[in-house]
């Protein structure tokens, strides 16, 4: 596709809006693909409680009228993060391959626990970021570390025992210490760091900044992994 349709997208996520506010575990938290709360604010800073159907109608037409002025970028901030993968199910086939490469860029990292989310599959993410252009999808500086990777780079990844039967986890690490945070933070008693090596082919992206993060297609890769288990002594 050459041109984003920027209309269809707008009518995916209004049908998104429609959707059902859902009660969760927690009171005050609310499931819903523009909101985790049950209460909101109006445009005049005044609070809405979505139980009422009423304020809820109100706050609908509120995010309704975003939508209509917002562009591309503007709809993807309006969501609440745990749904942002289920609403690229929906839209990415209406947007450029310059435009895609933007919004994975900048939202992948806003995502939580992408190897758990049941709305995509591992083979739609990989056709996602394949299609996306390079220029968008990652920064100069990103571009330019990617491009130095040698033929075979050696990624980590932190696990516990809440994400560890998921082999084929998009997100490592070029960086042991990081994975081993990630190993550590939840002080479980169960923290491992994975460490594999794949060829360059194999790394979709590189995304720099705090996680130095390589996103990895293990689909079809069948290495062994080298499991390291972290002590409750070194959690802490």
């Known amino acids: 596709m050459k041109n984003t349709n920027l209309e269809k997208i707008k009518s995916v996520a209004r ?17 819903h693909p523009f909101t985790n709360s049950w209460i909101v604010w109006s445009y005049g800073h005044e609070p809405i409680d979505l139980h009422n159907k009423e304020e809820a109608a109100a706050w ?15 709809i993807f901030l309006l969501l609440n993060p745990p749904y942002i993968l289920n609403f690229l199910k929906f839209t990415a086939c209406y947007m450029s391959n310059e435009d895609l490469g933007t919004i994975l860029g900048g939202f992948w990292s806003r995502i939580e626990q992408i190897s758990l989310d049941k709305s995509v599959t591992g083979r739609e993410i990989i056709s996602w970021y394949r299609r996306a252009d390079n220029k968008t999808l990652m920064d100069e500086e990103d571009r330019v570390f990617f491009d130095s990777l040698p033929e075979e780079v050696t990624v980590y990844r932190g696990v516990t025992k809440h994400n560890r039967r998921k082999t084929k986890a998009f997100s490592w690490s070029v960086d042991k210490r990081i994975a081993e945070w990630f190993a550590k933070r939840f002080d479980t008693g169960t923290g491992e760091v994975w460490t594999l090596t794949v060829p360059k ?32 002594s070194q959690e802490k």
Not at 15 to 31: D, Q, Y
Not at 61 to 69: A, R, S
């Open 15 to 31: 049908v998104f809006l429609n959707v059902e506010i859902a009660e969760t575990r927690v009171g005050v938290v609310a499931s």
């Open 60 to 74: 609908r037409e509120q995010l309704g009228k975003l939508i209509d002025d917002a562009d591309l970028v503007g």
């Open 201 to 232: 082919e194999r790394i979709l992206c590189y995304y720099g900044g705090s996680e130095k993060e390589a996103i990895v297609n293990l689909y079809g890769y069948d290495k062994p992994i080298a499991v390291t288990k972290i002590s409750p």
